[in-house]
């Protein structure tokens, strides 16, 4: 761990170019919406940037979010930037582990105490005192709770991490949280996505090391540059909708002409992320592209949000038999109403007493 | 509750709970109305009732030449309003997607350009009318609080549809939900206002009509 080390410095001795750096950071720049002449800034910024110790707790979690990362078309200017961070404690990528590893993250903790940032993919289970993840013989929440005190700041990767995910689903049988649900004193910054793409976590973390904050986030802790707009806003199938053309299955002509996929599922006008516009696999397209919906992966409570396959504007609970059920009961409650009407106005008349000459004497 | 969890639920539960409060509301308030039953007539019928009956339910659709101009204004531009209305409703193809749903079958979508021109005819003539009905003295007299709110929460869904087909003004989660909660609203108030006349509109014509018929009156 070379804190002296700094960004510039170690590009060049990976035989990574000044203009591939300043490329990338002007790629960076205008991903984070900034003014056009930042890019230079944000090069020098990087430049000098020093590698903050990162420490990545992995707890109910499927490694997606890490294969995310490390796949991205590998090595590429964004899996260095990873390498140009202190990555001192993450199960997958270290070398160390049992109590070596365990060890590491101790001394980064220690060494870096309120410094370091900390990462987290996968919910945290918190049933029955959490036992349904440990890692080294501790539950996830003691570990996080740990390692939080001393953290600058708390990234939560993936949806899991930002909104609890597949783990927090119906019926949630580990009581799984999200990060945000338990810790509240540490700024947090929820990357979602299942998962997220890899450009947006280097995006976010170049972002940090540039001005030393997190960048603007949305009111579910999203970085707002990646997740301001929806995918329907920057879906390039977006004039079909406007136009009401819409696939219905995934193998008619309306599907073969790349019509709008909203009828078969899709959740884009529902989902803030930024696939439409970054792309996965280096660029190459993202799920629309490849001939299916979206799925609001990056949305909260996406696995219980109903059918990925229903319309958006379709009920997500059976609606037909409760209106069944409501009819009849109308009608019974009409035709009793009626009876006892009826049944009224028969005594009324059974016990009606004629008006006399003689009652108006009285 | 998140935007999304507010969305599932307005999808949901709260759907539920109008739709049963709406078939509940309108089924008991039709049927008990059927059922009220009248004291026979014991004089002899002067007439028939059918005919003059079914007459009525298609004279009063007509806009009648004797009408004032603002008379005329009334009945056509209710006319724009409810057929723009009714052609939303029942032919954008998401609110298929929603019928299909919920009764097991759909219908072709008619094109998105006569759906704005539909709902804009719609809207336009909604915000015209409540205008006439506010600067006119006699309609003003006539207008009570009910003939306001069921304005509004008809006016409501209309607007928040077209914002969402649009997108104007919010994003597209809030405008969704927005729009299902205002129609959520209409069918909780619609079968207990004079918004009932959905479902009674055509048997109180058949009623003035026969019971003009059987009196001998000519309809």
Redesign the interface.
Known sequence: MKDHDTLEHRLTEQGISRRAFLKFCAAMASLMALPPGSATAVAAALAQAKRPSVIWLSFQECTGCTESLTRSHSPTLESLIFDMISLDYHHTLQAASGFAAEKSRDDAMKAYYGKYLLLVDGSIPTKDGGVYSTIAGRSNLDLLQEAAKGAAAIVAVGTCAAFGGIPMAKPNPTGAMAVSDLIKDKPIINISGCPPIPVVITGVLAHYLTFGELPALDELGRPKAFYGETIHDRCYRRPFYDQGKFAKTFDDEGARNGWCLYELGCKGPTTHNACATTKWNGGTGFPIEAGHGCIGCSEPNFWDAGSFYTPLPAPTAEVTTVAGIAAVAGAGAAVALSALDRAKKKHMQQTHEKLTVKDLHD | M????L??WV???G??IS??????????????LA???RKKSLAAPRGSEWGPGLRTMWRRSLVMPELSANGRFTIITGYVFHFGFLITLFFL???I??L?????FGWP?L??SV?DIAAILSIAAMIALLVHRIIDPVKRLLSDFQDYLSWMVTFLPLLTGFMLLR?IGF???TL?TLHLLSVELLLIVAPFTKLAHMFSLFSARWYNGAFAGFKGVKA
């Open positions: 998140n935007p999304q969890e969305l599932y999808r949901g539960t759907l539920q739709a049963a409060i709406f078939v509940f509301g309108m089924i008991y308030r039709m049927l008990h059922l009220l039953g193809s998401q609110h997607d929603l299909r749903a919920v009764l097991g979508a094109p998105r759906i997108g994003g597209y989660i969704l």
